[in-house]
């Protein structure tokens, strides 16, 4: 079975500025899948980020990164120069095997102007 | 590409009717469908798995006579929730797995669905 931990249900930054969201999961398989979704007011869940385990470097996407910690099943999100539309709940997310996607709790993130 | 509608966005029944909401991957084949369930302000809850041409898998505390689970195509999975009551009152999002791309999943847009 897989978990997934978000331990912060609220973060705040300021505009431009850097923030850190963290997520940790358990998992007893050795090819797996890491993800961050975005879900905005919307509430249409958006693909942030993925990770692949298998892959030690850690993926990129524009002002998104991530710190992949594979020995200590640690997978955070940085998110540089924020801005206002970035404000939303993040989930982190695990999968494997072609099996079904679980959530952690997600981390309401504001952005103060 | 992969893109995944829901119809309809948003449903209001009353207590004891049954509503039907659809999933639909536009742009590739789907053989594994996911049906979530989202109360405000909490995650996604998995209720099925729904495989083309099978019975869907339900978690468990999900009750499989309430929330029935219809995937006839690699193009539609149907959920119908028979006799609905307030507290079927929900958030519903449904993913599709592309069997081309392997363990990618594309979300719907979400079924708000009140029962009066």
């Not at chain 1, 431009?16 to 509430?43: G, H, I, M, N």
């Not at chain 2, 590409?1 to 829901?6: D, K, N, R």
């Not at chain 2, 978690?59 to 609905?84: C, M, P, R, W, Y």
Request: glycine share 4%; net charge neutral.
């Amino acid at each position: 079975a897989q978990t997934v931990t978000q331990s912060q249900p609220e973060m705040s930054v300021q505009e431009a500025e850097t923030v850190t969201l963290s997520c940790t999961y358990d998992t007893s398989e050795s090819d797996y899948y890491l993800f961050w979704y975005k879900q905005p007011p919307s509430r249409q869940m958006i693909l942030v980020i993925r990770q692949e385990a298998y892959k030690q470097q850690n993926a990129t996407e524009n002002r998104f990164s991530v710190n992949f910690q594979k020995a200590a099943k640690s997978f955070s999100l940085k998110i540089s120069d924020s801005q206002l539309g970035d404000a939303a709940m993040y989930f982190c997310a695990s999968t494997y095997n072609n099996n079904d996607m679980r959530f952690g709790a997600g981390t309401r993130l504001t952005v103060k102007p | 590409g992969a893109v995944v509608s829901q119809h309809p966005s948003w449903v209001i029944c009353k207590s004891g009717t049954s509503v039907k909401i659809e999933c639909r991957s536009l742009d590739f084949q789907a053989t594994t469908m996911f049906w979530y369930r989202q109360f405000p302000k909490q995650s996604l809850m998995l209720m099925a798995t729904s495989n083309e041409g099978s019975k869907a898998t339900y978690e468990q505390g999900v009750e499989k006579d309430k929330f029935l689970i219809n995937h006839a195509s690699l193009t539609l999975s149907t959920l119908t929730v028979t006799s609905a009551h307030p507290e079927d009152s929900s958030f519903y999002i449904c993913s599709a797995r592309d069997r081309d791309r392997g363990y990618e999943q594309y979300f719907g847009p979400g079924t708000r669905l009140t029962v009066t």
